[in-house]
């Protein structure tokens, strides 16, 4: 299991740097959001919206929420056609099946941008 500490950054940030810096893939790059970026309200909205374990999630097909595992984690497999796949805890994330789809030391390189410019929108 890979870990990131999150020491000082806020997990909406952290969240929302790691989505924009994957593209969606599959059909989800058919979605109409798919390609837009993401903000750090619109983060923290996706991570205050996690369901319990247990909880009745939506119909198949429709956007998944993050769900809590048993550890209170909250775990984010897709969102908007991205492949995200992260486990976030109180001062960690995990981030070894993001880079798996996403491309080796990806994570790395997104938190790195964000710990130097502060901005989740990766550089042109």
Do not use: C
């Not at 990131?4 to 969240?15: K, Q």
């Amino acid at each position: 299991m890979t870990t990131i500490r999150m020491d000082g950054l806020d997990p909406a940030a952290v969240l929302a740097v790691l989505y924009n810096h994957t593209r969606p893939m599959g059909y989800g790059a058919l979605r109409p959001d798919a390609n837009t970026k993401m903000t750090v309200p619109e983060a923290q909205a996706v991570l205050d919206s996690a369901v319990p374990p247990g909880a009745a999630l939506p119909r198949e097909g429709e956007e998944q929420p993050p769900e809590l595992d048993d550890d209170g984690r909250i775990w984010v497999s897709y969102l908007r056609g991205h492949s995200l796949s992260l486990h976030f805890a109180q001062d960690e994330v995990e981030i070894e099946a993001y880079d798996q789809s996403n491309g080796p030391g990806l994570a790395d390189r997104a938190l790195a941008h964000l710990r130097s410019t502060g901005s989740v929108i990766p550089p042109s």
